[in-house]
DNA sequence: TCGCCTCGAGTTCA
DNA sequence: CTCGAGGCGA
């Protein structure tokens, strides 16, 4: 590896210790946690210390989490390798506390209620912008179509899921009436 | 038990 | 992207 790269990685290292809490608790690996569990539970808990000392009653209470996760997630934090790795990941600077969103009240709630699927590629948007723009506005983004989705937001290139939504008979948006759903 | 959902891994493509 | 395994809530 030359210098450009070497350059480059330690600045991506340097950059993911801004990732926040609801990521870094993905990252650690804690069985049945991917990245949407980690987004409910940093959700409720909104720093380590609380969920680290939480009961697994407390855990399960969560809406989505149940006995399988709850225990897993708490036996994790009972493992003395894992409560050293913390700290160490601490001392280097990882986000351990839920980094309070600047102040946003002003937004509306245009997409509450509404449950989102996004398909293909967007004419500007990444998948991930769009699906951001979503929950923004208060939507729900889901990964399947099932009959509970409301809108599937649809791009070039759209796999199955379009057949999916059409099989359902499920309202298709573009990127552009997306944009125009939330504009005020 | 069922339907919906997430996880996690493999695949495809630019 | 796809899809199977399996967790969750009703």
Do not use: C
């Not at 409560?83 to 986000?95: D, F, Y």
């Not at 009240?105 to 004419?123: A, C, H, M, R």
């Not at 939504?165 to 944009?179: F, H, P, R, T, V």
């Amino acid at each position: 590896m030359g210098q450009k790269s070497a350059q480059k990685l330690i600045e991506a290292i340097e950059k993911s210790k801004s990732k926040p809490w609801s990521r870094v608790l993905y990252g650690l690996g804690i069985r049945h946690v991917g990245s949407s569990i980690a987004q409910t539970v940093t959700e409720k808990f909104d720093s380590v210390e609380k969920l680290a000392t939480a009961k697994v009653t407390d855990i399960e209470a969560i809406y989505g989490i149940g006995v399988e996760i709850a225990e897993s997630t708490h036996k994790w934090f009972r493992v003395e390798a894992n409560q050293t790795l913390i700290e160490r990941l601490k001392n280097t600077g990882l986000q351990f506390v839920e980094a309070q969103p600047a102040a946003s009240s002003n937004i509306s709630k245009k997409l509450e209620g509404k449950t989102f699927v996004v398909t293909g590629t967007l004419p500007s948007l990444s998948r991930d912008e769009a699906k951001e723009l979503i929950q923004k506005f208060a939507g729900k983004v889901s990964n399947s179509i099932s009959k509970n989705t409301d809108y599937l937001v649809v791009g070039e290139n759209a796999g199955s899921k379009l057949t999916k939504a059409e099989k359902l008979g499920i309202a298709q948006l573009s990127e552009e009436q997306l944009l125009e759903m939330v504009k005020q």
